[in-house]
């Protein structure tokens, strides 16, 4: 590896007369190495003050809940205060996030991914290998979301992946929320990745997918509350709400998409 001064006039151009330093390095590289998942707190019911202390001190994760509110001031102030948001130093899942009950009570958390190849498909994607490992069993996948899911009994945890949409950019998300019984058994179901482009602007929610042209657009709350339906168009889809928040787009047989209001 040798590194020198750019060119005069250029910014990106290696200069052969100017060199300031070179250094040899050598790299092993695995066939495949799972990344490392990062930890999560599944102590549902633990009290806010002591959730954020175990995610600062002892998963050494930083709050980041200011400065996440700041790049989405469309977040009202109730849902502010029933979660928070961390940064985790780890560039595979880069942000994690706590929510808690009117009781300020922890009952569900979740990260994102920065790659879907980290958590789209069961069986053989590190972060279902990982919740596997630790007691996680299969349910197959979710007929509705077509996205799979998984049950822990002795923690009664349900784990699952959805998509977020912040900022009119897509992630995916490992959502691990409490639940007190086993869900019933769900057939396994082959979802299809959405080709949909969405915008909001203020209250309103823009989608262009072509390829759904005559099937049903249903907009929900975070609740499951259906608050509009209408029938994709080729020119495109242009829907006014009445609310802020957190919606669920669902286009034909495409997965679910959240969108950030």
């Given at each position: 590896?040798?590194?020198?001064?750019?060119?005069?006039?250029?910014?990106?151009?290696?200069?052969?007369?100017?060199?300031?330093?070179?250094?040899?390095?050598?790299?092993?590289?695995?066939?495949?190495?799972?990344?490392?998942?990062?930890?999560?707190?599944?102590?549902?019911?633990?009290?806010?003050?002591?959730?954020?202390?175990?995610?600062?001190?002892?998963?050494?994760?930083?709050?980041?809940?200011?400065?996440?509110?700041?790049?989405?001031?469309a977040?009202?102030?109730?849902?502010?205060?029933?979660?928070?948001?961390?940064?985790?130093?780890?560039?595979?899942?880069?942000?994690?996030?706590?929510?808690?009950?009117?009781?300020?009570?922890?009952?569900?958390?979740?990260?994102?991914?920065?790659?879907?190849?980290?958590?789209?498909?069961?069986e053989?994607i590190?972060?279902?290998?990982?919740?596997?490992?630790?007691?996680?069993?299969?349910?197959?996948?979710?007929?509705?979301?077509?996205?799979?899911?998984?049950?822990?009994?002795?923690?009664?945890?349900?784990?699952?992946?959805?998509?977020?949409?912040?900022?009119?950019?897509?992630?995916?998300?490992?959502?691990?929320?409490?639940?007190?019984?086993?869900?019933?058994?769900?057939?396994?179901?082959?979802?299809?990745?959405?080709?949909?482009?969405?915008?909001?602007?203020?209250?309103?929610?823009?989608?262009?997918?072509?390829?759904?042209?005559?099937?049903?657009?249903?907009?929900?709350?975070?609740?499951?509350?259906?608050?509009?339906?209408?029938?994709?168009?080729?020119?495109?889809?242009?829907?006014?709400?009445?609310?802020?928040?957190?919606?669920?787009?669902?286009?034909?047989?495409?997965?679910?998409?959240?969108?950030?209001?």
């Amino acid at each position: 590896m040798r590194v020198s001064k750019a060119k005069e006039g250029t910014l990106d151009e290696f200069d052969e007369s100017n060199v300031l330093g070179e250094a040899s390095v050598h790299v092993t590289v695995e066939d495949f190495v799972d990344p490392q998942i990062i930890p999560f707190n599944t102590s549902w019911g633990m009290k806010k003050a002591d959730a954020l202390k175990k995610e600062t001190e002892l998963f050494g994760h930083s709050l980041f809940s200011d400065e996440y509110w700041k790049m989405h001031p469309a977040i009202d102030a109730e849902q502010r205060s029933n979660a928070e948001v961390f940064y985790t130093g780890n560039f595979e899942f880069p942000i994690s996030f706590l929510y808690f009950n009117n009781e300020q009570q922890l009952v569900a958390t979740s990260f994102l991914v920065s790659s879907w190849e980290r958590i789209r498909t069961p069986e053989v994607i590190p972060v279902f290998k990982f919740l596997k490992q630790h007691g996680y069993k299969s349910l197959g996948m979710n007929s509705e979301t077509h996205n799979w899911e998984m049950y822990n009994s002795e923690t009664k945890s349900l784990a699952t992946c959805v998509m977020v949409f912040a900022q009119s950019q897509a992630y995916y998300s490992c959502l691990i929320e409490y639940k007190r019984q086993v869900p019933a058994g769900i057939d396994y179901q082959n979802g299809f990745l959405p080709n949909i482009d969405v915008e909001t602007d203020g209250a309103c929610v823009k989608l262009h997918a072509e390829q759904y042209v005559g099937q049903p657009i249903s907009i929900y709350t975070a609740d499951g509350k259906c608050v509009a339906k209408e029938l994709a168009h080729k020119t495109g889809n242009s829907i006014k709400l009445q609310l802020k928040g957190l919606i669920i787009v669902k286009v034909g047989d495409a997965l679910p998409i959240k969108v950030m209001l």
